[in-house]
Structure formats: structure tokens, C-alpha cells
């Protein structure tokens, strides 16, 4: 009897978890469509240099937001060990080194771009996008996210 309990209770855990790492993924996914969301409106800026002040609230939002990156990957929510929809590679788990200086990389760029963009320098803002877009963003989603 107390054996059956025991894995109950270690069943109802694992559910707990899973529900908790699918609500961790979810929230993942949302927050890198809503980063998407902002660098499009900054792309706008870059492109035609209208829309400084909108590009300037994307960026704000945008820095506060890759500080945050490196906690949206708890152990288990990678396509290896999660059952549900997730492009996340374990090499955000074995190479953890690798994925906080990529981390990293994006907050310093995001920074960067922050500053070109409330400057209304258009071209640092597109020099500083690019940047951003090779070294942090092509660079985790190149090492760290399979391709779907």
C-alpha cells in the first residue's frame, strides 16, 4: 500500500511538471513572438528612419527582455526530454557556458541598438541591427534552436 502511494505521488509530480514546463515553453514561445513583434517595428525605423519614438519603446522592451532570456530554459523543456512543441536543442543544457555568452551577446547588441535608436542615428541603428541579428539572434537560434 505505501509503494502505491509512493508512485502516485510520483506520478501526480511528473504531471505537476509537466503541466508547469508546457505553461514554461508556452510562455517562451509567446515572449519570442512578441521579441519578433518589437524588432519588426524597429526594422521599420532602420529602414525608413519614421517611427523613432515606437522603435525606441520596441528597443527599451526589447533590452529589459534578453535579460530574461537565459531563465525561459529550465531543464526538461528541450526537444529531448519535453512530449510537447519545442524547437529548443540540448545544447542549451550540455553547452550551458555557450548559451549564456550567446545570451549575452544579444543583451550587449540589444544595448547597442537601444542607443542608436533613442540617438535617431539611422545608420548606427542599422549597423547595430545587423549585428544583433548575426551574433545574438542567427547565433542561438543557430546553435541552440533546431530548425521546424
Keep these: 500500500m505505501a509503494a502505491a502511494a509512493l508512485v502516485a505521488s510520483v506520478m501526480l ?6 503541466d508547469d514546463l508546457a505553461s514554461v515553453v508556452a510562455d517562451r514561445q509567446a515572449a519570442m513572438k512578441a521579441m519578433s513583434g518589437k524588432l519588426k517595428v524597429i526594422k521599420g525605423f ?19 527582455t ?14 529531448d526530454s519535453f512530449s510537447g512543441k519545442t524547437a529548443a536543442k540540448p545544447e542549451i543544457w550540455t ?5 549564456q555568452a550567446t545570451a549575452t551577446a544579444f543583451q550587449l547588441d540589444a544595448s547597442a541598438l537601444q542607443k542608436a535608436v533613442a540617438a535617431g542615428d539611422g545608420a548606427a541603428a542599422a549597423a547595430a541591427f545587423e549585428t544583433m541579428g548575426r ?4 547565433a542561438c537560434h ?3 534552436r533546431a530548425k521546424t
Design 95 to 99: 553547452d550551458p557556458a555557450k548559451f
Design 142 to 144: 543557430g546553435a541552440f
Design 13 to 18: 509530480i511528473e504531471a505537476v511538471r509537466a
Design 135 to 138: 551574433e545574438g539572434c542567427g
Design 46 to 64: 532602420v529602414d525608413s528612419g519614421a517611427g523613432q519614438a515606437e522603435a525606441a519603446d520596441a528597443a527599451a522592451v526589447l533590452v529589459q
Design 66 to 79: 534578453a535579460k530574461l532570456i537565459p531563465g525561459w530554459f529550465p531543464a526538461g523543456s528541450g526537444i
